[in-house]
Antibody
């Protein structure tokens, strides 16, 4: 059974940092391109960014609102995806989902809530 | 800024057929945008339905089909069931910038 389990969400002050993790199981994580998607309360989905597999270069791409502030990384030895979020703003408040990059796999986690508030 | 546009809301009767569309501010949507479709019910994570225009996932019911229609990506639900009431999102890939962009979502009501 495929599982993507996010962790690390919580309350953080504006300007602060937070690191999210996503533990993957049930598929060959090292082969998969992985993405983060977020959803602000009552709003639609927003693609945050993705990381390619190491075989495909391991490079990252980001949406404009988070570029420079967010960093996606992966630890294939632990089947884990990370999202390092710095200089957080109130508008970063959202549920953050870990997903396989859009395509034939289609796996999603249940999400973790990040609240940025003073 | 690239904008992906969907109908804000649609209503369909049980057993009926409805088509949701997905347009790009950059022009006609082609297979090169690798359109994806997702379903989200209240309080739940999104669920992938369609990838690369018209490919169903193993869990996607056959009543869901994807296509290109009049320069847009389209999701057609045939024989709609009450449980299909949900928010539907499309997602397009912009290869030049190497990024994905979601549409604003369509709230589908089955009434």
């Amino acid at each position: 059974e495929v599982q993507l389990v996010e962790s690390g969400g919580g309350l953080v002050k504006p300007g602060g940092s937070l690191r999210l993790s996503c533990a993957a199981s049930g598929f060959t994580f090292s082969d998969a391109w992985m993405s983060w998607v977020r959803q602000a309360p009552g709003k639609g989905l927003e693609w945050v960014g993705r990381i390619k597999s190491k075989d495909d270069g391991g490079t990252t791409d980001y949406a404009a609102p988070v570029k420079v502030r967010f960093t996606i990384s992966r630890d294939d030895s632990k089947n884990t995806l990370h999202l390092q979020m710095n200089s957080l703003k109130t508008e970063d408040t959202a549920v953050y989902y870990c997903t396989t990059d859009p395509g034939s796999r289609g796996y999603w986690g249940q999400g973790t809530l990040v609240t940025v508030s003073s | 800024q690239t904008v992906v546009t969907q109908e804000p809301s649609l209503t369909v009767s049980p057993g009926g057929t409805v088509t949701l569309t997905c347009a790009s501010s950059t022009g006609a949507v082609t297979s090169g945008y690798f359109p994806n479709w997702f379903q989200q019910k209240p309080g739940q994570a999104p669920r992938a339905l369609i990838y690369s225009t018209n490919n169903r996932h193993s869990w996607t019911p056959a009543r869901f089909s994807g296509s290109l229609l009049g320069g847009k990506a389209a999701l057609t639900l045939s024989g709609v069931q009450p449980e299909d009431e949900a928010e539907y999102y499309c997602l397009l890939y912009y290869g030049g910038a190497q990024l994905w962009v979601f549409g604003g979502g369509t709230k589908l009501t089955v009434l």
